[in-house]
C-alpha cells in the first residue's frame, strides 16, 4: 500500500475555490507518474478537506447524496501527491497514485477509454 500524502492548504487557499450554486467544484484526477487523466467527479469543502488532511481522495456523490472515499469498497484506492485549483478556482486537479485496477466504475483503467472517432459500443 503506497503511503498517504496529506497537504496542508495555505492560509485562505481554500477560499479561493469557487463552488457552485449547489457547493460543489469538478476534480480531474491525474495520474501522478505518466499524467494519464483518471477521473473527474465533485467535491464539495468537506471533501476537499478531508482529501487533503487524509491523502485519500474523498468525494462527494450528488446521486447517493454522501461522501465517499475512492477505493473503500472497490479496492482501487487513490493516494493524493499534489493538488491544484486552476487560475478561477473552479476546477481542481490532484495527481494520484493509483492502486488497484484503475479509477473506473466500469473496470477500465481510466473513465476516458471511449474515443469519438471509434464505434461507439455500450457503456459497461
Not at 487560475?87 to 473506473?104: M, P, W
Not at 474515443?115 to 461507439?120: A, H, K, L, N, W
Request: proline share 5%; aromatic share 12%; with cysteine.
Amino acid at each position: 500500500m503506497p503511503a498517504t500524502t496529506p497537504i496542508e492548504a495555505a492560509p485562505g487557499a481554500l477560499d479561493e475555490v469557487a463552488f457552485n450554486d449547489d457547493g460543489l467544484v469538478p476534480a480531474i484526477v491525474q495520474e501522478h507518474q505518466g499524467g494519464r487523466v483518471l477521473m473527474m467527479a465533485w467535491m464539495n469543502r468537506e471533501s476537499l478537506e478531508r482529501t487533503l488532511e487524509t491523502g485519500r481522495t474523498w468525494f462527494w456523490s450528488r446521486s447517493r447524496q454522501e461522501y465517499w472515499c475512492k477505493g473503500e469498497t472497490s479496492g482501487d484506492r487513490q493516494y493524493l501527491r499534489e493538488a491544484y485549483y486552476d487560475c478561477d478556482g473552479d476546477t481542481l486537479l490532484l495527481t494520484v497514485e493509483q492502486e488497484g485496477r484503475g479509477a473506473c466504475h466500469t473496470g477500465e483503467y481510466s473513465c476516458f477509454f471511449r474515443s469519438f472517432d471509434e464505434p461507439v459500443s455500450p457503456a459497461r
